[in-house]
């Protein structure tokens, strides 16, 4: 909240001489005491730290998800994590909506429907569902929620197995992905998936829009200073305490836990990255992830991670799938085509590219780790 400030106003009355030739004017009159501003109140000081990180850490949406700020003379350490418990809260009720591990979700209901009828949606997996398909258009097709339709041949989720599914049963799934099998109607608030075979998955795309949303309830809740990370998407708000920005880290694919290979400031951005290493298996000498590629319904093979900057979440977690698959050319042109984005790219061969919005934003601290 912004700070609160008393401007104290004292009106001073000058009382004019009256002049005779007899006799001096009488002395004024006291003031009384209701006349005499009283002395400006001393600036209260806060009773508990200010500049305090606070920050809550849990699993929602299949991932870690972190929220965090710092106290401030309004809002002490309680304030700062009720807040964000409220944006977590936020998390985990879109995460009914579009979750596919709970047979009465929303996206679950579309799934059950194909080929058969339209289901009434809320508008956020409305808006989640209209995102993807404004990516599928823009990226070749490369990003699909459709994906989804091959069914578990592939496993990298909780009931992850390290099984490469047989090529011909492969390619029979494969030819059901098609995201213009996919039907809205905002207007109805409805979605309809045209054939029988069509399932889709927002996977790729809801934590970002997760993100924006519990970022929406802090900021409502008066946080001005806060970051919201859920798996590979976050989203920044304001400064630290100190006035600087926060930085970021773009994790080296092939590194150990935490480390990173470039660093970059940002505020009130959004940061989402896509990688072959958090759901992924080595087998016979080659890493096979859980980001496919539906021309060919295997796992992409031109990048290892692409890290996304954009203005918000949900634009950058669409983005990024796409521009993973597409590979590095096609994926930056993507990217500057698209207002307020930029990349930072790892390529199948260790390469580092950056999208000219980040050039002289981006510092390299050290080389991406080679590796399978």
């Known amino acids: 909240m912004p700070d609160l400030r008393r401007v104290a106003r004292f009106s001073v009355a000058l009382g004019a001489l009256l002049l005779g030739c007899s006799a001096p004017p009488p002395p004024a009159p006291a003031p009384s005491p209701s006349a005499i501003a009283p002395p400006p109140a001393p600036p209260s000081t806060p009773k508990h730290p200010v500049g305090k990180r606070v920050q809550i850490i849990e699993k929602a949406m299949g991932t870690r998800v972190v929220l965090a700020s710092y106290t401030t003379a309004d809002m002490d350490e309680a304030a700062i994590t009720q807040s964000l418990r409220a944006g977590l809260a936020e998390i985990r009720r879109l995460e009914e909506l579009m979750t596919t591990w709970s047979d009465d979700s929303e996206v679950s209901r579309i799934n059950q429907a194909a080929g058969d009828k339209a289901i009434a949606v809320s508008p956020e997996t409305m808006d989640v569902i209209t995102k993807s398909l404004w990516i599928s258009k823009r990226s070749e097709g490369t990003f699909d929620i459709t994906f989804a339709s091959m069914g578990k041949l592939w496993r990298f989720d909780e009931d992850r197995v390290a099984l490469i599914p047989d090529p011909a049963e492969l390619e029979t799934a494969r030819q059901r992905i098609d995201w213009t099998q996919i039907q809205v109607d905002p207007t109805a608030g409805t979605v309809k998936l045209a054939h029988k075979d069509t399932k889709i998955s927002l996977g790729g795309i809801a934590k970002g829009y997760a993100v924006d949303r519990a970022a929406a309830v802090v900021r409502e809740a008066g946080l001005t ?132 919005r980040l050039r002289g934003v981006v510092k390299l601290v050290g080389r991406p780790t080679p590796g399978i």
């Open 225 to 356: 200073t806060f970051y919201a990370q859920a798996g590979g998407d976050l989203y920044v708000e304001g400064t630290k305490p100190n006035g600087k920005p926060w930085t970021v880290g773009v994790r080296d694919p092939r590194g150990k836990e935490g480390a990173v290979f470039a660093v970059l400031p940002i505020t009130n951005r959004a940061f989402s990255t896509a990688g072959d290493y958090e759901r992924a298996f080595v087998k016979d000498g080659k890493r096979y992830h859980h980001i496919i590629d539906p021309r060919t319904g295997y796992p992409a093979t031109e990048s290892r991670s692409v890290t996304i900057w954009a203005k918000d979440a949900l634009t950058a977690d669409a983005i990024d799938d796409a521009v993973f698959i597409l590979g590095p050319k096609k994926g930056l042109a993507l990217v500057e085509s698209i207002d307020d984005c930029g990349a930072v790219i790892v390529d199948k061969t260790n390469k580092v590219w950056v999208s000219s």
